[in-house]
């Protein structure tokens, strides 16, 4: 009885740790063709960002992107072309010392529409040129017309399949 017993207890371990699906290393999300791809498109997403450089991941963002910021509001929606002119813009390329923190959340499939969403944690720091000019010299600060920015929240990107690659539509 006690052997059975024993056999009982490690087949039932050995189908427990046969079964358990690999998950990317530090998230929740299994690891998959499709969930390594997009977590790829999103890193090169985050090295064009923090290097100002949208060549980097353009490749990777489909012709149909429009974002509507999160706004019932027109004026503010972004479609490709948009986004193309803002990367291009010098708002865009005279922030200085960009860095982003992300924390991956969550990805989320449905796989009948060949699409994908990302949930992610951001936060962005950079310098850009300040509006206010400096009040006063003081000897310890040496003021260089510039003024930290700091932004965070969570995010929701959205990719598709587009000729057998994920590409952002949305969330950038």
């Given at each position: 009885?006690?052997?059975?017993?024993?056999?009982?207890?490690?087949?039932?371990?050995?189908?427990?740790?046969?079964?358990?699906?690999?998950?990317?290393?530090?998230?929740?999300?299994?690891?998959?063709?499709?969930?390594?791809?997009?977590l790829t498109v999103f890193g090169?997403?985050?090295?064009?960002?923090?290097?100002?450089?949208?060549?980097?991941?353009?490749?990777?963002?489909?012709?149909?992107?429009?974002?509507?910021?999160?706004?019932?509001?027109?004026?503010?929606?972004?479609?490709?072309?948009?986004?193309?002119?803002?990367?291009?813009?010098?708002?865009?390329?005279?922030?200085?010392?960009?860095?982003?923190?992300?924390?991956?959340?969550?990805?989320?499939?449905?796989?009948?529409?060949?699409?994908?969403?990302?949930?992610?944690?951001?936060?962005?720091?950079?310098?850009?040129?300040?509006?206010?000019?400096?009040?006063?010299?003081n000897a310890f600060i040496q003021?260089?017309?510039?003024?930290?920015?700091?932004?965070?929240?969570?995010?929701?990107?959205?990719?598709?399949?587009?000729?057998?690659?994920w590409k952002i539509v949305s969330?950038?």
């Amino acid at each position: 009885m006690k052997k059975i017993l024993m056999l009982m207890i490690v087949f039932s371990m050995f189908l427990t740790v046969s079964c358990n699906k690999k998950m990317i290393k530090g998230t929740n999300i299994e690891e998959t063709p499709d969930s390594k791809e997009i977590l790829t498109v999103f890193g090169y997403y985050l090295k064009g960002f923090k290097e100002q450089n949208p060549e980097i991941f353009l490749e990777y963002v489909s012709k149909e992107y429009y974002d509507t910021n999160g706004t019932d509001e027109a004026d503010d929606d972004i479609d490709y072309d948009k986004l193309i002119e803002i990367l291009n813009s010098d708002a865009y390329h005279s922030l200085e010392k960009v860095s982003m923190t992300t924390i991956i959340k969550d990805l989320f499939f449905n796989d009948a529409e060949d699409k994908a969403e990302l949930i992610y944690f951001y936060e962005v720091r950079f310098k850009m040129k300040s509006s206010v000019p400096p009040t006063e010299e003081n000897a310890f600060i040496q003021h260089d017309g510039m003024t930290n920015q700091k932004l965070s929240e969570n995010n929701k990107m959205k990719f598709v399949k587009e000729d057998g690659k994920w590409k952002i539509v949305s969330g950038l």
